[in-house]
């Protein structure tokens, strides 16, 4: 898959928001120059396509699928209502 293809795509939709973290994705030139990501996931019978922001693409490498869940969680956790 093409993810400056599929960023395009999506960027021209409005609709891109981080999988993890819900950031939403910026512009086109701005999403491909800081690093966002494309990514397939494989489901039962069907695939989606989600969106990986620089930061928690950065973080999955570091600690994987595993240690981002658990990063996002903590921090979830510490946002006062
Ligand atoms: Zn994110």
Redesign the pocket.
């Known amino acids: 898959m093409d993810v400056h293809e599929a960023l395009r795509a999506i960027c021209s939709t409005g609709e891109g928001y981080?999988?993890?973290?819900?950031?939403k994705l910026p512009v086109e030139e701005e999403a491909i120059s800081t690093g966002w990501d494309v990514q397939r996931i494989e489901g039962e019978g069907v695939a989606s396509i989600i969106l990986?922001?620089p930061?928690?693409g950065k973080l999955r490498a570091e600690r994987g699928e595993e240690g981002l869940l658990r990063h996002l969680a903590l921090r979830m956790e510490r946002i006062p209502c």
């Open positions: 981080c999988w993890y973290c819900d950031r990986l922001c930061s928690c």
